[in-house]
Nanobody, 125 residues
Framework: VQLQASGGGLVQTGGSLTLSCAISGRAFGVYPHGWFRQSPGKERDFVAAISWSGGGTVYTDTVKGRFTITRDDAKKTIYLQMNSLRPEDTAVYYC???????????????????WGQGTQVTVSS
């Protein structure tokens, strides 16, 4: 299983970025997928997830209304549209693919997951 994240970069406060994560080597459509982030000196935190069907999404409170997670089963890719970015959004963003078949978007499903390599997002003030 491989997860290839891309789309990170440097953006000013208030700007937008879209992250992509291409997932290969498994049946994409029956698992939930998500995004996490890690800032220097901090633990990796949950950001957003989407259920196996795409019908359910969960976001951490600090990104609600600004970030949107979507999935394209035909392309085996998930996306994270990030708007109104803030300096505190600066982190390495990781995509994850849960091992829980037909799982929900709740964060615990990623306690057992495959992980991508991360993509850096830097928001300047």
């Amino acid at each position: 299983v491989q997860l290839q994240a891309s789309g990170g970069g440097l953006v000013q406060t208030g700007g937008s970025l879209t992250l992509s994560c291409a997932i290969s080597g498994r049946a994409f459509g029956v698992y939930p997928h998500g995004w996490f982030r890690q800032s220097p000196g901090k633990e990796r935190d949950f950001v957003a997830a989407i259920s196996w069907s795409g019908g359910g999404t969960v976001y951490t409170d600090t990104v609600k209304g600004r970030f949107t997670i979507t999935r394209d089963d035909a392309k085996k890719t998930i996306y994270l549209q990030m708007n109104s970015l803030r300096p505190e959004d600066t982190a390495v963003y990781y995509c994850a693919s849960s091992r829980r078949r037909f799982g929900s978007a709740d964060p615990p499903v990623f306690e057992d997951a495959y992980w991508g390599q991360g993509t850096q997002v830097t928001v300047s003030s």
